[in-house]
């Protein structure tokens, strides 16, 4: 089993779209479950109706799941292992106040030193325990050793049992922390396989004595990805509009050129381009780098135009609300100026917008109107041109360039005669 587990707490990442699909890809390969689990057991960072915005943005992407469930469904179960490690002696109740807990960490601050639990409540007795009436936590015991584990990106990784430290796996209000949660809901459902980010490899030493603690036997294999850098060399956040998924969308960027995007970033690839499907044929984990890689727009906005390029061009044309396939390939004989969805749609409603004829050739631009709506239809452009130089009298620049904002809209672009291919079955509707 190999899962992506989002939290429905903002907006979807790059970085969590590119885990995704990786484990998408490795599940596919490994002929594997691939879980979504949405991880949703901190009340109050939840935003409403965010899960269904991801589950939207992953079906978007052709990401489909096997298995789909919500973290806080076995909150009955966390509770439970909680406890349970309390009982054998391996976790234990700790009453320390927020307050006492943050002076201790401005201390270490102070001195410079790496803030650890002080451990004041590790040894108290369950008669202690039973007779305080405070609110507390339940922390896990720190481990005895050293814990190591294989990356499958990184190599050997180890924490230190300071490191570890004697961390909170149930919050005083009955809920597990993300650690205990994620360690817990790996064992219940059988996860082999865990490639994240790599802001998560200072957990997986936590998760892994936490599974320890409750004498889980099977073994987990890890992955953890770099991060995406900006432009500037510096970890993508909000700031960066690319960082989030909704935005490349909106801006017009196709599902596919994102997908290839993302696996190609920081990997070798066999091909350039290339959609998820043909990647599941291919794709090794070990060919992506350890290093950051930096987000490029330019080179998506150029894997956008190739994959505009390859698109069927009836399904190209629905994107601009279009049924026929004309449209679709009027389009991408616009891919040599535009590389977006977004900014060709601007070209194409350009065409179709009322035309001002309030300009240096706007005398001419009316001569040729009132020419090409009493003409016949020509399918060829040759004949279209010399039909209308007969009747308007107007020739050279004069016939051209008004020909052009007649049909287009815009003084520069793809060859007038290309266009008029494409838009025959529509030219009296655009010249009106």
Same mark, same amino acid.
């Given at each position: 089993?190999?899962?992506?587990?989002?939290?429905?707490? *903002?907006?979807? +990442?790059?970085?969590?779209?590119?885990?995704?699909?990786?484990?998408?890809?490795?599940?596919?390969?490994?002929?594997?479950? $691939?879980?979504?689990?949405?991880?949703?057991?901190?009340?109050?960072?939840?935003?409403? =109706? &965010? =899960?269904?915005?991801?589950?939207?943005?992953?079906?978007?992407? *052709?990401?489909?799941?096997?298995?789909?469930?919500?973290?806080?469904?076995?909150?009955?179960? +966390?509770?439970?292992?909680?406890?349970?490690?309390?009982?054998?002696?391996?976790?234990?109740?700790?009453?320390?106040?927020?307050?006492?807990?943050?002076?201790?960490?401005?201390?270490? &601050?102070?001195?410079?030193? @790496?803030?650890?639990?002080? *451990?004041?409540?590790?040894?108290?007795?369950?008669q202690e325990v039973l007779k305080s009436d405070k609110k507390y936590v339940i922390r896990l015991k720190k481990p005895e050793s050293d814990i190591t584990f294989e990356d499958a990106i990184k190599g050997e990784q180890s924490m230190s049992p300071g490191e570890? =430290?004697?961390?909170?796996?149930?919050?005083?209000?009955?809920?597990?922390?993300?650690?205990? @949660?994620?360690?817990?809901?790996?064992?219940? +459902?059988?996860?082999?396989?865990?490639?994240?980010?790599?802001?998560?490899?200072?957990?997986?030493?936590?998760?892994? +004595?936490?599974?320890?603690?409750?004498?889980?036997?099977?073994?987990?294999?890890?992955?953890?990805?770099?991060?995406?850098?900006?432009?500037?060399? &510096?970890?993508?956040?909000?700031?960066?509009?690319? %960082?989030?998924?909704?935005?490349?969308? %909106?801006?017009?960027?196709?599902?596919?050129?994102?997908?290839?995007?993302?696996?190609?970033?920081?990997?070798?690839?066999?091909?350039?381009?290339?959609d998820l499907h043909e990647a599941i044929e291919w794709f090794k984990l070990e060919n992506v780098s350890k290093a950051p890689a930096k987000f490029d727009l330019d080179k998506l906005r150029f894997l956008n135009r190739a994959h505009i390029n390859r698109t069927?061009?009836?399904?190209?044309?629905?994107?601009?609300?279009?049924?026929?396939?004309?449209?679709?390939?009027? @389009? &991408?004989?616009?891919?040599?100026?535009?590389?977006?969805? /977004?900014?060709?749609?601007?070209?194409?409603?350009?065409?179709?917008?009322?035309?001002?004829?309030?300009?240096?050739?706007?005398?001419?631009?009316?001569?040729?109107?009132?020419?090409?709506?009493?003409?016949?239809? $020509?399918? @060829? $452009?040759?004949?279209?041109?010399?039909?209308?130089?007969?009747?308007?009298?107007?020739?050279?620049?004069?016939?051209? /360039?008004?020909?052009?904002?007649?049909?287009?809209?815009?003084?520069?672009?793809?060859?007038?005669a290309d266009v008029y291919d494409l838009i025959k079955g529509y030219i009296t509707q655009i010249v009106r």
């Amino acid at each position: 089993m190999l899962r992506f587990a989002p939290s429905p707490t *903002g907006d979807m +990442h790059i970085g969590n779209l590119r885990v995704a699909i990786f484990n998408y890809i490795l599940a596919k390969q490994q002929n594997k479950d $691939f879980i979504v689990r949405i991880e949703d057991t901190d009340r109050e960072r939840n935003i409403e =109706d &965010k =899960d269904q915005e991801i589950l939207a943005i992953l079906q978007k992407f *052709g990401i489909n799941d096997d298995q789909l469930y919500y973290q806080s469904k076995n909150l009955h179960i +966390h509770q439970h292992m909680a406890i349970k490690l309390v009982e054998q002696k391996k976790a234990f109740a700790c009453f320390c106040s927020e307050q006492e807990l943050e002076a201790q960490r401005e201390l270490a &601050k102070k001195n410079k030193k @790496a803030y650890r639990y002080s *451990g004041k409540c590790e040894f108290l007795t369950q008669q202690e325990v039973l007779k305080s009436d405070k609110k507390y936590v339940i922390r896990l015991k720190k481990p005895e050793s050293d814990i190591t584990f294989e990356d499958a990106i990184k190599g050997e990784q180890s924490m230190s049992p300071g490191e570890v =430290d004697s961390f909170v796996i149930l919050r005083a209000d009955g809920t597990p922390t993300y650690n205990f @949660a994620c360690a817990v809901d790996d064992m219940i +459902h059988g996860v082999s396989f865990v490639c994240r980010g790599e802001d998560h490899t200072s957990n997986t030493p936590k998760q892994i +004595h936490i599974r320890n603690m409750l004498d889980y036997e099977k073994s987990i294999r890890y992955a953890h990805l770099p991060i995406i850098l900006n432009t500037e060399g &510096k970890k993508m956040s909000k700031r960066d509009d690319a %960082s989030s998924v909704k935005w490349l969308l %909106s801006e017009g960027f196709l599902p596919d050129a994102i997908i290839n995007y993302l696996v190609q970033l920081g990997n070798k690839t066999p091909k350039e381009i290339f959609d998820l499907h043909e990647a599941i044929e291919w794709f090794k984990l070990e060919n992506v780098s350890k290093a950051p890689a930096k987000f490029d727009l330019d080179k998506l906005r150029f894997l956008n135009r190739a994959h505009i390029n390859r698109t069927d061009d009836r399904t190209l044309s629905k994107y601009f609300g279009f049924a026929d396939e004309q449209v679709g390939k009027l @389009a &991408k004989l616009y891919t040599e100026e535009a590389s977006t969805l /977004k900014e060709i749609d601007e070209k194409i409603v350009s065409i179709f917008r009322p035309k001002n004829f309030d300009n240096e050739f706007g005398e001419q631009m009316k001569i040729l109107q009132q020419v090409i709506l009493d003409a016949p239809m $020509f399918d @060829a $452009f040759d004949a279209f041109k010399k039909h209308l130089m007969e009747k308007s009298g107007l020739k050279g620049k004069n016939f051209f /360039k008004p020909l052009r904002l007649l049909l287009t809209n815009k003084p520069n672009g793809p060859e007038v005669a290309d266009v008029y291919d494409l838009i025959k079955g529509y030219i009296t509707q655009i010249v009106r």
